[in-house]
Each structure stands twice: as structure tokens, then as C-alpha cells.
């Protein structure tokens, strides 16, 4: 089982940057492939940023070069936290975003979610 609990959300003026964190507790935690994606009101969810195990990072184009996302399992198996730097932020990024670990199709798991605002 693992546990993932995001923060770092807020309101953003247009141009402005947040970090968003992902605290993950669990086993093994350094195999999971982590991700981010987001879903606003009345879209589907959709990918952010994901990175493997190996430090492979995938963007789609629309948050290409303003989007970076990070891990940090160094110091233990059990736990890890995954980043995701969003600069030069726009109204369209709008939505709440939600981490993902994912192994396989079963050993897949969801934060809570947390909601980001970029409004003037």
C-alpha cells in the first residue's frame, strides 16, 4: 500500500510560479514510476509529468519548458517525494492536480489532490 499526500497549491497571478510537492510512504517506493496530472472542472484528467525510476522524465507539449518534475528516494525505500516546478503559469493550468504512483495496472495509486488558481 502507498500513501501519497500532495501540497503546495494555491492562487497564482499569470506568469507566476508554484511548487507542488507529493509525500509518498509505502514499500519499495523506488520502483514507482511517479507522476502528476491534472483535471479541471468539466475536463477529463490528464497527464502532467512523469518520471521513472531511472530519472526518465515524459511532458506533453503543453506544459513543455515550463513543467519540471523531480523524485527524491535517496534516502529511503519507504519514503520519497516527487516535485513538480510550474513556471510562466497560465490561466489555462488552472485545475487541481492529483500525484499518481504507479507500478502496475493494480499497484496504482492517487493523492487527494491539490487545487492550483492562476488568475490576476
Known amino acids: 500500500q502507498v500513501q501519497l499526500v500532495e501540497s503546495g497549491g494555491g492562487l497564482v497571478q499569470p506568469g507566476g510560479s508554484l511548487r507542488l510537492s507529493c509525500a509518498a510512504s509505502g514499500s519499495i517506493l523506488s520502483i514507482y514510476t511517479m507522476g502528476w496530472y491534472r483535471q479541471a472542472p468539466g475536463k477529463q484528467r490528464e497527464l502532467v509529468a512523469t518520471?521513472?525510476?531511472?530519472?526518465?522524465?515524459?511532458?506533453?507539449?503543453s506544459v513543455k519548458g515550463r513543467f519540471t518534475i523531480s523524485r527524491d528516494n535517496a534516502k529511503s525505500t519507504a519514503y520519497l517525494t516527487t516535485y513538480l516546478q510550474m513556471n510562466n503559469l497560465k490561466p489555462e493550468d488552472t485545475a487541481v492536480y492529483y500525484c499518481?504512483?504507479?507500478?502496475?495496472?493494480?499497484?496504482?495509486?492517487w493523492g487527494q489532490g491539490t487545487q492550483v488558481t492562476v488568475s490576476s
Open positions: 499518481n504512483a504507479h507500478w502496475t495496472t493494480t499497484l496504482d495509486y
Open positions: 518520471i521513472t525510476s531511472s530519472g526518465s522524465t515524459n511532458y506533453p507539449d
